[in-house]
Nanobody, 120 residues
Framework: QVQLVESGGGLVQAGRSLRLSCAAS????????MNWYRQGPGNQRELVAG???????NYADSVKGRFTISRDNAKNMAFLQMNSLKPEDTAVYYC??????????????WGQGTQVTVSS
């Protein structure tokens, strides 16, 4: 069993910051990519940022320069620092990780999501 649990969401005013955390636990042998997705009202789920096990990162154009993804491999955690938040960043944010278990299986796993609401 593998679980991903997000935390850190909330309600903030535009221009402020939030830091999301994602903790992976369970029968984890290794974690490859870790990603943050979001799904706003009436929108499809979109990739916000990703980070490889080696630390290479990629970002959606809409968040470049404002969001920073990082990870702590020793703790099986990923983070998303979100600065200069805008109302259009309002969404449920999901952590996603490609995990190899001790059984040898490799699958993408998802957290339950954390709500981020940015007021104008």
């Amino acid at each position: 069993q593998v679980q991903l649990v997000e935390s850190g969401g909330g309600l903030v005013q535009a221009g402020r910051s939030l830091r999301l955390s994602c903790a992976a636990s369970g029968m984890i042998f290794s974690i490859n990519a870790m990603n943050w997705y979001r799904q706003g009202p009436g929108n499809q789920r979109e990739l916000v940022a990703g980070i490889t096990s080696g630390g290479s990162t990629n970002y959606a154009d809409s968040v470049k320069g404002r969001f920073t993804i990082s990870r702590d491999n020793a703790k099986n955690m990923a983070f998303l620092q979100m600065n200069s938040l805008k109302p259009e960043d309002t969404a449920v944010y999901y952590c996603n990780a490609v995990i190899r278990t001790f059984r040898g299986d490799t699958y993408p796993y998802w957290g339950q999501g954390t709500q981020v609401t940015v007021s104008s």
